[in-house]
């Protein structure tokens, strides 16, 4: 069993509007993300994605960006961060993220038509999230050479899915009984 699997386990489980939410320092920022654990994600995303030619990483605000960001470092590809907040600039594309518990907008800068981009995110739940910054890159004319989450949360409806977009994940899990349970050891069902 791996550090990221280890840690979903020990994950403490609250419920938010009747969500059951696993609280993971990937996912969440607390408790204290080791150095380790997000080493052996970005080495696991680094063998799994698709990475000729990519122009850039796209990854939603907030907690995509550690994971991202260390991509980022590791590849040379540069990073850009999809954020909640509107900034006006030249070209910026304003889209809907719609999760489990929260509706918001987004906004995309400096991605262009016809850019290849690799769409990094920590957990792929409701697909709410990844389904609309995917949707806006179509819009836009990138190509999204891969899209990769951390974690998948199976069960229950999945937009991304819905919409026929592949994304790879890297461990797929469910919360029963009040507890994480592995379903997919090496993610991606």
Known sequence: MDQLQRSLLEAP?????????????????VPKLDPGLLREIVIRII???????VDRIVTPAAMG???STAVSLMTDIPLTVIRKRQYGLEGEVAISQETGYSENEMYINDVY???RVLVL???????GTLASVLEALDAIGAEVVDTIAVI???????KVDDAGYD???LVNVDVVDGEVV?????GDS
Do not use: C, M, Q, W
Not at 121 to 127: I, K
Not at 152 to 158: Q, S
């Open 152 to 158: 998948k949360k199976v069960g229950g409806e999945n």
């Open 121 to 127: 995110d920590d957990v792929l739940s409701t697909g």
């Open 65 to 67: 960006i550690h994971i």
């Open 47 to 53: 063998r799994k994605a698709k990475l000729d030619d």
């Open 13 to 29: 489980i609250v419920e938010k509007n009747g969500y059951h939410y696993f609280v993971h320092p990937i996912s969440d920022g």
């Open 167 to 169: 994304v790879k994940t």
């Open 113 to 115: 038509e016809g850019e």
């Open 182 to 186: 592995i379903v997919d050891e090496n």
